[in-house]
């Protein structure tokens, strides 16, 4: 079993819709928790940044930590086509190396 | 501020090559990690270096190495190239080290094909 799991996709939206990517981990020792957008053909940029629980927002960008359930989610509001990108979550524990989740391939569709 | 940049950006070899990667950071970033990107296990971790030592390590056979020198720039080297080697190649940079509130900043990656 991975540490990280996460839904591949593809998932395909219409324009305008809300979308919501989760991320399942199992080790409780993990404390920071991380999005990061990667469009085809280029390296992930950081989209969201939380230490520990709880929610963040940055525009139509929301991101949940929920650590007693070991989930981690991220909301996208008024989805545009730009927003078409694979999503990675990652995490760590304190000094320790980042994990990857496998990516979801998200299609926002005009 | 430029961005972490990768040399070359497409490498293509044969099985039993080796093969050196580059990378260099942002400006001001000391440490540096390297992952390989599949479509089959996505993202994961080889190694991190900060001031020329490495901290941190992945997974991977020994074939795989890197290094660091004093200006933060780092290599890393595939020896006995097999075909599941074929990936694509990224390199992180960060200010500091293994603190996680350091945000690491991508490159575009070295798409390595072996043949």
């Known amino acids: 079993q991975k540490e990280v799991e996460q839904d591949p996709g593809p998932l395909s939206v219409p324009e305008g819709a809300i979308v919501s990517l989760n991320c399942t981990y199992s080790?409780?020792?993990?404390?920071?928790f991380m999005w990061y957008r990667q469009y085809s053909r280029k390296g992930p940029e950081l989209l969201m940044y939380?230490?520990?629980?709880g929610n963040k927002e940055d525009g139509r960008f929301t991101a949940q930590v929920d650590k007693s359930s070991k989930y981690i989610s991220l909301f996208i509001r008024d989805s545009q086509p730009s927003d078409s990108a694979t999503y990675l979550c990652?995490?760590?524990?304190?000094?320790?190396?980042?994990?990857f989740g496998q990516g979801t391939e998200l299609s926002v569709k005009p | 501020k430029a961005g972490v940049t990768q040399t070359p950006r497409y490498l293509i070899k044969t099985r039993g090559q080796q093969v050196t990667l580059s990378c260099s950071p942002i400006?001001?970033?000391?440490?540096v990690s390297w992952y390989q990107q599949t479509p089959g296990q996505g993202l994961q971790f080889l190694f991190e270096?900060?001031?020329?030592?490495?901290?941190n390590k992945g997974n991977f056979p020994g074939r795989f190495s890197g290094r660091q020198f004093s200006n933060s720039r780092s290599e890393m080297n595939v020896s006995t190239l097999e075909l599941g080697d074929s990936a694509l190649y990224l390199c992180?940079?960060?200010?500091?080290?293994?603190?996680?509130?350091?945000?690491?900043?991508f490159g575009p990656g070295t798409r390595l094909t072996v043949l």
């Open positions: 990652a995490m760590s524990a304190v000094g320790g190396k980042l994990i």
């Open positions: 992180a940079s960060r200010q500091g080290l293994a603190t996680s509130t350091d945000t690491q900043y």
């Open positions: 080790n409780s020792a993990f404390q920071y």
């Open positions: 939380t230490y520990s629980s």
């Open positions: 400006s001001g970033h000391r440490s």
């Open positions: 270096y900060f001031s020329e030592t490495q901290r």
